[in-house]
Each structure stands twice: as structure tokens, then as C-alpha cells.
């Protein structure tokens, strides 16, 4: 039973324009989220978070937006640059850190930015 | 400030072996989460050490086990490998009990054959 989803394996958009990625959740326990950006050979690294108890929060170029009642959560990147091209991850967990359980990751959304 | 480091960085075993893989936290950090990632899928949470002790668990197998040093790095080891178990491991560091946001090591690819 997957808690976390990441329902579009890959999104291609321009450079310039908009990045939009989407993640939906399961676990009501859940009041923490992030999103990491994975490199092929690289560990993830980590981009933003947000607890539940906001609805946005924004860093430079990304945003990430929360809706609670909808268990929905997503990640704008605006403009989209070629090297925001890589795999993102949305990632939940209960408390700040995971704590003993953990983070439980999405499978991912390989986004490729278009020149 | 040092970033978490894993090794190896590649690492080829049989069936039924036993495998050990290694990591340093970041700088200051006190806590240490594995996790394991198979191809297609997003990293799945082994367990956690903090201060020395095992602190949370996923769902894996006790031949799934792990180490945390006094100087806070950390080991996983694997016995009797299965063909599933070959997958990217990421060791991620924290601090304070996994209270904070996790960062990630390079991973070691693990493949069984």
C-alpha cells in the first residue's frame, strides 16, 4: 500500500516556463513534507519542506503548496532552468525528521527540461 | 563542513553472502537512517541509529542489521543476500533523534547476482 504517491513518472517542460509536480498522500498521520531532487549517481538533496500547519512556503524558485483536506501536495518551480532537469522526490513523514519511522518517498517524477 | 559519505561505491556479491557497507554523517550530526532504493522506486526506510542505538525500524528482515560508532558513523550489514536485495542503499544524516531534515549520501550500488 503505497502512502505516498507520485502519480506522473515524467513531466518535459520548456525552459522558462513553469515546472508543476504533484504528490497525493494516505497516512493523516503525516504533518511533514518535503521534496528532495536526485541527480543520476548522486544522493538526493534536499530542496523544501513544509509542516501542516502552512499551506505554502517558497524558497528563491520553488514553492511548495500543501492542501490538507485533499491530501495533495506540489512543488513550482518557476522558471524552469535545464538544470532542474533530474528525478524529484515527495517525501512525508510524521514529525520533522521521520523520526524512528522514517521518511516514506513517492516513486519519483523524472522532470526534463525542454531548451 | 563535511556531506555524508558512503562506501563503497559499487559493490558485486552472490546469493547467500554477507555484505557490509559503510557511511559518515555530516559534520554534527548524531543520527543515521538507511534506506534502500530498487530501481524505479522511491528509497525505502531500513532503520534508524541514534546515539548508538537502533531507533526505529521499516519493514525488512532482521538479516538486515546495523552499527552506529561513538564518532557517530554508521554501518549496514546484509546476510544471506537475496537477488532482490540488489538496489542503491542511501545512508542519510540527521540531527537530534531524526527531528531534522534528513541528508543523503551518494548511495552504494549493491547488485547480487
Known amino acids: 500500500d503505497q502512502q505516498v504517491k507520485q502519480n506522473s513518472p515524467s513531466l518535459s517542460v520548456q525552459e522558462g516556463r513553469i515546472s508543476i509536480l504533484n504528490c497525493d498522500y494516505t497516512?493523516?498521520?503525516?504533518?511533514?513534507f518535503l521534496w528532495y531532487k536526485k541527480y543520476p549517481a548522486e544522493g538526493p538533496t534536499f530542496l523544501i519542506s513544509?509542516?501542516?500547519?502552512?499551506d505554502k512556503n517558497e524558497d528563491g524558485r520553488f514553492t511548495v503548496f500543501l492542501n490538507k483536506s485533499a491530501k495533495h501536495l506540489s512543488l513550482h518551480i518557476v522558471p524552469s532552468q535545464p538544470g532542474d532537469s533530474a528525478v524529484y522526490f515527495c517525501a512525508a513523514s510524521v514529525g520533522t525528521g521521520g523520526g524512528a519511522d522514517g521518511l516514506t518517498f513517492g516513486k519519483g517524477t523524472h522532470l526534463i527540461i525542454q531548451p | 563542513e563535511t556531506g555524508v559519505t558512503q562506501s563503497p561505491t559499487h559493490l558485486i556479491k552472490t546469493r547467500g553472502q554477507q555484505v557490509t557497507l559503510r557511511c559518515s554523517s555530516q559534520s554534527g550530526h548524531n543520527t543515521v537512517s538507511w534506506y534502500q532504493q530498487a530501481l524505479g522506486q522511491g528509497p525505502q526506510f531500513i532503520f534508524q541509529?541514534?546515539?548508538?542505538?537502533?531507533?526505529g525500524r521499516g519493514n525488512f528482515p532482521p538479516r538486515f542489521s546495523g552499527l552506529q560508532f561513538p564518532n557517530y558513523s554508521s554501518e549496514l550489514n546484509v546476510n544471506a543476500l537475496e537477488l532482490d536485495d540488489s538496489a542503491l542503499y542511501l545512508c542519510?544524516?540527521?540531527?537530534?533523534?531524526?527531528?531534522?531534515?534528513?541528508?543523503f549520501g551518494p548511495g552504494t550500488r549493491l547488485l547480487v547476482l
Open positions: 497516512n493523516s498521520m503525516f504533518d511533514y
Open positions: 513544509i509542516s501542516s500547519i502552512k
Open positions: 542519510a544524516s540527521s540531527l537530534e533523534d531524526g527531528r531534522e531534515t534528513q541528508y
Open positions: 541509529y541514534y546515539r548508538e542505538e537502533e531507533n
